[in-house]
């Protein structure tokens, strides 16, 4: 019988995957107007993007809203995480 290693280091918010129900946590961390600009220029030129819905054919994300969280990253590698803290409350 295999025994389950569990983890007891902790992990902060910006270290875990993004989900689609990270826009409305008000703790995550957003992207200034400028990154996010630049994501979206990024995502229009590319060919994965179904322009219709501004949906991206490889994670199925909503690319308008995607680019505005701070640990959100291109499936393709185009742009990436920034270290932005956590908003405080």
Do not use: H
């Not at 993007?49 to 393709?76: D, S, V, Y």
């Amino acid at each position: 019988m295999k025994k389950q290693i569990v983890s007891t280091k902790r992990v902060k918010m910006s270290d875990k995957p993004v989900r689609p129900w990270d826009l409305f946590n008000k703790k995550m961390g957003r992207v200034d107007s400028d990154t996010y600009n630049k994501r979206i220029e990024i995502c229009k030129e590319c060919p994965e993007l179904i322009r219709l819905t501004f949906q991206c054919k490889k994670c199925g994300c909503f690319m308008k809203e995607k680019t505005k969280l701070a640990n959100a990253g291109c499936p393709l590698n185009k742009w990436g995480r920034v270290n932005v803290e956590e908003v405080p409350k």
